[in-house]
């Protein structure tokens, strides 16, 4: 009854509406289907509670409700990292990248190791998402490498990758602008 009433609400445009008696119905312990957690934490996503979001998706991994797939683990992910908890984000967005079929979830992880300003697992990830492949912007994580570089003091390195980032119009106007700052810093050095 519980879930019915939320999938009404929720078809009415009633977010908040929808949430409380799917909340209710997991606090009692009634849900018992992967999909309801699912629903649960992309409500509680949507209506920006993502720590709670990411409470539910634990819960429901743990327990085995949720099954553990790329897409339980990326959103577990995004939640942790909407509630800008970027060092517990890490474990779960690796594992959705090691269960995808394209490189852009091992994109997303370096993402989060350079909001760490942990520049070596930048760099590693993103070779990982370069193998994988399929990526939907290239240039971006050649642009991220070149950034992961020159964190790790490495201007050739930093000025090979912001060369391919440059031929992405993506990236173009930012790698064009960091380049002449490096050219800038080995000149004037």
């Known amino acids: 009854y519980w879930v019915q009433l939320s999938t009404l609400q929720g078809a009415m445009g009633n977010y908040e509406e929808a949430l409380i008696p799917l909340q209710l119905a997991y606090t009692q312990d009634l849900l018992d289907e992967d999909g309801e957690y699912r629903r649960l934490a992309q409500l509680l996503l949507y209506l920006d509670l993502p720590y709670r979001a990411a409470e539910v ?5 743990e327990n085995e409700i949720i099954e553990p797939n790329s897409e339980a683990f990326e959103l577990l992910g995004n939640s942790l ?3 800008k908890d970027f060092d517990k984000a890490v474990g779960p967005i690796e594992k ?3 269960l995808s079929e394209t490189g852009a979830l091992y994109l997303r992880l370096a993402q989060v190791h350079a909001q ?9 990830a993103l070779k990982q998402a370069l193998a994988k492949g399929d990526l939907d912007d290239i240039g971006e994580a050649h642009f991220l490498m070149g950034v ?3 964190n790790q003091k ?3 390195l930093a000025i090979r990758s912001f060369t391919r980032a440059r031929g992405h119009k993506s990236t173009r106007d ?3 602008n960091w380049l002449k700052y490096i050219n800038r810093e080995i000149g004037s050095s």
């Open 57 to 61: 998706l634990r819960s429901g991994i």
């Open 174 to 176: 930012d790698a064009a």
């Open 96 to 98: 959705a990248a090691e």
């Open 154 to 156: 490495n201007p050739k």
């Open 81 to 83: 990292i909407e509630s």
């Open 148 to 150: 992961a570089h020159y």
């Open 116 to 124: 760490r300003e942990n520049w070596t697992e930048t760099t590693r």
